[in-house]
């Protein structure tokens, strides 16, 4: 018996997917064999490690759409793009996202509506509008990327608690919604990791954090992507509506 995860034939969408957790899971699906196809705003940032993905490729392709996906008609057109270029969507990982952290006499408007209108509204309009390629095929597996926020609440951080929190409650209406179309939808609710969004915490606060992790260490990206990873895999075909924590014990529901 093997357990190889092969993912050839299938195309997969990543947003964000050219740094941190987003640029991990999007190098683990092309040495898995998919063809990806990265969402992001910023065309410099992918030429910047486009040629690291060129080494892993192997025959399975990458792209890269510039778009915003807190934009609903950019998104509905990058979508409608991506169809034309690569004709389906297998996989799709909803990992763009980011933090505006204040507390709540000191969060404005805009701090609440940017995170909420990137991290929630915009897996909201790239779903609606990967979903119907999905039906069509009756395939799918969308994994959104939450956070252990979104779960333990956090002071200073009430707009993306309240975001992770909803991406959590939209995969288990959506998965029980699609699920009789074998379109499979979970999240992942990762703890502290390693990356750009972390990097910026001062050594205090890290350490501080670290004692709350019962492994006693951040996680890396791969942590996150190797269970992207399984959920994108039919490995998971009996997981649906699910959140996995990838978050070394620091939260147990
Ligand atoms: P990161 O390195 O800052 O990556 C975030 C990615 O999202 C970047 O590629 C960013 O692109 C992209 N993005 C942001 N706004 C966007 C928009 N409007 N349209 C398109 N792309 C956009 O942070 P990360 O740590 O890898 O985070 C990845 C995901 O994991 C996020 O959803 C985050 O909330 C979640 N997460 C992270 C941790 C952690 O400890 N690191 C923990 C729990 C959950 P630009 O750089 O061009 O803006």
Redesign the pocket.
Known sequence: MSFCIDLKGKNAVV????????LSVTKTLLAAGAKVAI????YD?FSSIASELEKIKGNAGFSFYE????DSGGISKTIANIILQDGKIDILVN?????KDAILIKMSDDDWNEVIN??LN?LFYIVKNVIKYMIKAKAGKIIN?????GESGNAGQAN?ASA?AGIIAFTKSIAKEYASRNIYVNAI??????????DKLNETVKDNIKKEIPLNR??A?ED?SNAVLFLASNLSDYITGATIDVNGGMYMR
């Open positions: 947003t964000g997917g050219y740094s941190g957790i987003g969402i992001g705003k910023n940032k778009s915003d996906i807190s990992n763009a996202g980011i933090t990137v991290n915009g990327i939450s956070s252990v926020i993306y992770k609710a990762p703890g502290f990791i390693g990356t750009n969004m972390t951040f996680g990206p996150v």
